[in-house]
Each structure stands twice: as structure tokens, then as C-alpha cells.
T-cell receptor, first 110, second 116 residues
């Protein structure tokens, strides 16, 4: 796994605003991607996934965008709510390998 | 069960003691993973079990770490002679299919290990 130090990138947004969380993945052969949400004291929870033959996928209030050219993945959360406060991290899967990003801490201000 | 369960949820131990962490995967899931998550860091892969195949132990940080999976279901992660740097949250995940497939891993709540 990757290690980027003790301090996670943070994103602070106002309740009701949209949030965009970014992830740069490392393996150009990765063909499946997942976003996880991890609330304090809990295990990671699946949010949304996307395959490499797509560049956009929408769920309920969440959208994942995939740009394979620059190996970039983003998670957009519409109308962010206090319950969305958590650490969000991406996972890339390919070649019998799965890697996780360190995550971004999202804080929603009321 | 409905999801992956882990026990204990919290474990405080003294340096040098051995600890055992337990994971009950989702019934029917053939793949089981152990990860370690240190404060503010991403998931660090430890070990992967797939059915009756030999486990992938490539992520275990030292020979003090070992894991087994009995009967293709419950798994135990053992840390011998614990050190303070072993303090972390240990997460277990399971999935229906093998690693590298599009099958999602479902995570347990983790065991928070504190070595004093």
C-alpha cells in the first residue's frame, strides 16, 4: 500500500455545497476503481465504482469521473450533508492487484 | 452473517505480548484480506487468502506476523512480541471473487490495537 505521511489532505465545505474529492492512481493497467467512505471508528464502506470502459458513473448524490489519460479519478458529492463527513479514499484494481490511496478527510460545516 | 465482523473491537496490550485478532467474513466469500491502517494513512495490505490456495503473505511486515484461515471461513491474525509500532487499526475484508476482479471488498469495523 501507499503511505503519504501522517496528515491526510483535507477538504472543508459548507453544508449544501458540492464537494469534489480527487485521486491520482498509479497503474495504467488498472481497470476497475472504487470509492470508499470511512467514518471515524468504522471500517471503509463502498460508495460507488467505475470500470475503465466508462468515464462517468452516477449514483445517489455521488458521481465518479475517470480520466484515464492522466490517471485521475474524482468523486463528486452533491448537496453535501453533515453525515458526509468522513475520510474518502479510492482503490484501483488491475493485474490481480488492488491498491488504496491514503484518503481525503471531508469536513462539512453546518 | 450480514457483514464482516471482527473481534475484539479494541485491544490494549503491553509491549512484548502476543495478540490474536479475529475476522468472520461474509458467508460464501472465498477471498479474505487483512489490512493495517495507521493513523492518518491509507490501507497497508498484509495478507490475502483465496479459497484453499496458499495465502499471499507478501504484505506481512515481519515474521512476528502470521495469519491463518480455518475451514475457508474464520481468520485469525496473530502478532507475536508486539511492538509499539504495531499500534494501528487492523481491518479485515472479504469478497466473493479473487483479487484483481471487479468484485467489491466488504470491510469489517476493524480492531484498534494499542501497544503500550
Amino acid at each position: 500500500g501507499e503511505s503519504v505521511g501522517l496528515h491526510l489532505p483535507t477538504l472543508s465545505v459548507q453544508e449544501g455545497d458540492n464537494s469534489i474529492i480527487n485521486c491520482a492512481y498509479s497503474n495504467s493497467a488498472s481497470d476497475y476503481f472504487i470509492w470508499y467512505k470511512q467514518e471515524s471508528g468504522k471500517g471503509p464502506q463502498f460508495i460507488i465504482d467505475i470500470r475503465s470502459n466508462m468515464d462517468k458513473r452516477q449514483g445517489q448524490r455521488v458521481t465518479v469521473l475517470l480520466n484515464k489519460t492522466v490517471k485521475h479519478l474524482s468523486l463528486q458529492i452533491a448537496a453535501t450533508q453533515p453525515g458526509d463527513s468522513a475520510v474518502y479514499f479510492c482503490a484501483e484494481i488491475g493485474n490481480n492487484d488492488m491498491r488504496f490511496g491514503a484518503g481525503t478527510r471531508l469536513t462539512v460545516k453546518p | 452473517g450480514a457483514g464482516v465482523s471482527q473481534s475484539p473491537s479494541n485491544k490494549v496490550t503491553e509491549k512484548g505480548k502476543d495478540v490474536e485478532l479475529r475476522c468472520d467474513p461474509i458467508s460464501g466469500h472465498t477471498a479474505l484480506y487483512w489490512y493495517r491502517q495507521s493513523l492518518g494513512q491509507g490501507l497497508e495490505f498484509l495478507i490475502y487468502f483465496q479459497g484453499n490456495s496458499a495465502p499471499d503473505k507478501s504484505g506481512l511486515p515481519s515474521d512476528r506476523f502470521s495469519a491463518e484461515r480455518t475451514g475457508g471461513s474464520v481468520s485469525t491474525l496473530t502478532i507475536q512480541r508486539t511492538q509499539q509500532e504495531d499500534s494501528a487499526v487492523y481491518l479485515c475484508a472479504s469478497s466473493l471473487a479473487q483479487r484483481g476482479s471487479t468484485d467489491t471488498q466488504y470491510f469489517g469495523p476493524g480492531t484498534r490495537l494499542t501497544v503500550l
